[in-house]
């Protein structure tokens, strides 16, 4: 059995894509392009995907992760681009490697993200920004399946910084960028968490719904605050000659 992993993204309108939403077009993507698919026992057999660490809906990322269990070999350039041309245009599959090393989901320990926010000025996000990164705990609530639930947000906050307006928006309309890095903890800490966050210390409010993007997910380097990319071990593996892990479990077994 062969095991693909897969790197998606959601963009534009899309973004508002729940995970269910996801699932099904990325379940009818397989079909179209006939991947010969490894199906799970008992009366309701379903192909044998793992999703991490999903998105939550309405936000936009360059860094969504998957993996995939085949019956039959496939290249998986080849694979990714026959996907890509099955997916709607803003759910794109952009990188595909074979599973080389176990532990993906382990691997994805944070993630950066950009907030843009329409409608305040830089130098209010700065000050803002300030304030939060000078707390020792910022207490947020979030509405969760039992009640409002309070938690510290701030722990949860590797890097945190204002990077200025975009070149491309216009130059008389106030506009912010968030730049953030956000370990993977229980409770999760999500970027609106942060945003109520700037709130509680800095009474900083977007006069309109920022647009959320996660640029980057996986593993969370504390020495230099960076966030690698998860599916480099397995493109190392590959180029070292390393075995995948099925071929490890058949050359052990009996003969």
């Known amino acids: 059995m ?28 397989l079909r179209r392009a006939e991947v010969p698919m490894a199906y799970s026992a008992g009366f309701t057999p379903h192909p044998k995907v793992s999703y991490a660490n999903a998105a939550p809906t309405g936000t936009g990322s360059e860094a969504e992760y998957l993996e995939i269990a085949l019956t039959a070999e496939r290249d998986p350039d080849k694979l990714r681009e026959l996907l890509d041309e099955s997916m709607p245009v803003g759910l794109d599959i952009i990188d595909a490697v074979e599973a080389r090393t176990s532990g993906l989901a382990d691997r994805l320990t944070a993630s950066v993200w ?68 956000v370990r993977h903890v229980t409770p999760a800490v999500r970027p609106d968490d942060v945003l109520s966050g700037l709130r509680a210390v800095a009474d900083l409010a977007p006069p309109v719904a920022p647009a959320v993007t996660r640029l980057a997910q996986g593993l969370f380097d504390e020495e230099t605050g960076t966030v690698t990319d998860p599916l480099a071990p397995d493109r190392e593996a590959a180029v070292t000659g390393n075995t995948t892990v099925a071929e490890a479990a058949a050359a052990k077994a009996p003969a």
């Not at 409608?119 to 509405?143: I, L, Y």
């Open 2 to 29: 062969q095991r693909i992993r897969l790197r998606y993204t959601k963009r534009g309108r899309l973004r508002f894509t729940s995970h269910r939403d996801f699932q099904r077009a990325f379940e009818r993507a």
């Open 114 to 181: 950009e907030l843009r926010l329409d409608g305040v000025a830089p130098e209010d996000a700065e000050r803002a920004v300030a304030a939060f990164n000078a707390a020792e705990s910022v207490e947020v609530q979030r509405m969760a399946k039992n009640g409002m639930r309070t938690f510290d947000a701030r722990p949860a906050v590797a890097h945190l910084e204002a990077v200025g307006p975009q070149a491309d928006r216009p130059t008389d309309q106030a506009c912010a960028i968030l730049r953030l890095v």
